[in-house]
Nanobody
Framework: QVQLVESGGGLVQAGGSLRLSCAAS????????VGWFRQTPGKEREFVAA????????HYADSVKGRFTISRDNAKNTVGLQMSTLKPEDTALYYC???????????????????WGQGTQVTVSS
């Protein structure tokens, strides 16, 4: 089992920045790829970014490319999501998720992830 806890969400003005963090406990964290997803009421969970277990491979949704950066520190069992130039449409509940079945082809699919956190709310005001 892997337990995930997100933090760092909050209210920010458009154009501002936030850094989300995903802290993990449980099995060997460095064996898992990690993804960030987001969801707004009435909509499906949307892929944001993913990072491989080693941190050597990263992938971003087109909507956040160039504005968000995913990173990981396996020594501290954490994955971060640095969000810059935030827009009102970035408002959502953000989740981190861990996958032991990771591949570049499935990194953007929520079904590829085994464990999920409870989410942290990000609200961007215009």
């Amino acid at each position: 089992q892997v337990q995930l806890v997100e933090s760092g969400g909050g209210l920010v003005q458009a154009g501002g920045s936030l850094r989300l963090s995903c802290a993990a406990s449980g099995r060997t964290w460095s064996n898992y790829a990690v993804g960030w997803f987001r969801q707004t009421p009435g909509k499906e969970r949307e892929f944001v970014a993913a990072i491989s277990s080693s941190g050597n491979w990263r992938h971003y949704a087109d909507s956040v490319k160039g504005r968000f950066t995913i990173s990981r520190d396996n020594a501290k069992n954490t994955v971060g999501l640095q969000m810059s130039t935030l827009k009102p449409e970035d408002t959502a509940l953000y989740y981190c998720a861990a996958s032991s079945r990771f591949s570049s082809r499935t990194a953007g699919l929520a079904t590829a992830y085994d464990y999920w956190g409870q989410g942290t709310q990000v609200t961007v005001s215009s």
